[in-house]
Nanobody
Framework: QVQLVESGGGLVQPGASLRLSCAAS????????VAWFRQVPGKERDFVAA????????YYADSVKGRFSISRDNAKNTLYLQMDRLQPEDPAVYLC???????????????????WGQGTQVPVSS
């Protein structure tokens, strides 16, 4: 099955930008829906953004809409999350996920995804 590896996390200042990458191997991201979630200790994984398979429709959590942008580079088999104007509520472990047969409202539910990366830490300096 496909394996996912996130990278790009790091210490940034509020208002700064950061781009996360999710490199896939053993399978193609282009044939599945893909998503980003984030998680802090003691809390569930919260939906951030997703790309719906076949429709290529983008979905965003209200908390990041207008600031974050999800994209997929099929040639590089890599998923990206461009994060702009980072806010104090954004620090978390960010995880990418993929699932071949999920769409619509299910895209925002972590329980629908079976393949996850290990996560990359995004703290914010203060």
């Amino acid at each position: 099955q496909v394996q996912l590896v996130e990278s790009g996390g790091g210490l940034v200042q509020p208002g700064a930008s950061l781009r996360l990458s999710c490199a896939a191997s053993g399978g193609s991201l282009s044939t599945s829906s893909v998503a980003w979630f984030r998680q802090v200790p003691g809390k569930e994984r919260d939906f951030v953004a997703a790309v719906e398979h076949t429709s290529e429709r983008r979905y965003y959590a209200d908390s990041v809409k207008g600031r974050f942008s999800i994209s997929r580079d099929n040639a590089k088999n890599t998923l990206y999350l461009q994060m702009d104007r980072l806010q104090p509520e954004d620090p978390a472990v960010y995880l990418c996920a993929t699932e071949p047969a999920v769409w619509g409202s299910a895209l925002s539910k972590a329980s629908y995804y079976n393949t996850w990366g290990q996560g990359t830490q995004v703290p914010v300096s203060s």
